[in-house]
């Protein structure tokens, strides 16, 4: 009887300490692969122009105030490169968003997602980080 309650023991350990290893490798490798997605993209800023469509981004100046949006509708997630009536409008199934990224009309029926962004030191270029 203790020699089996001491060989569950030590198999007890060796699972634990087995779980504790690939815990770590885990979060190590994964720490990894997100440093390497992170990328920073640059766009000129034309701070005249309202709205523009810069790679899977929107970009719109209005009221003194710049917003930066991912350019994919929340619905199924096409890019939305084009205005009608002053309004942004998904090219797949025609969901629209207000300049400030509202849904007005669906079927999606989330907000666009704002992007954090900067601008650059001498006022030329949008930076996105992420
Ligand atoms: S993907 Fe935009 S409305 Fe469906």
Not at 48 to 56: M, Q, Y
Not at 92 to 103: A, N, P, R, T, V
Not at 108 to 126: C, E, P, Q, T, W
């Amino acid at each position: 009887m203790k020699l089996k309650s001491r060989r569950l023991f030590l198999r007890v350990i060796i699972v634990a300490i087995a779980s504790f290893f690939i815990f770590i490798w885990n979060r190590l490798t994964l720490e990894l692969l997100k440093k390497d997605k992170l990328k920073t993209i640059s766009f000129p800023f034309v701070k005249n122009k309202t709205i523009s469509f810069e790679d899977d981004f929107i970009i719109v100046n209005q009221d003194e105030t710049t917003i930066v949006f991912s350019a994919h509708c929340t619905h199924l997630g096409c890019k939305i490169d084009k205005t009608k009536d002053g309004k942004l409008v998904c090219p797949c199934h025609g969901s629209e968003y207000d300049l400030y990224g509202k849904i007005l009309k669906g079927p999606a029926y989330k907000n666009l997602k704002s992007v954090d962004f900067r601008i650059s030191h001498d006022g030329k270029n949008i930076i996105i980080e992420g």
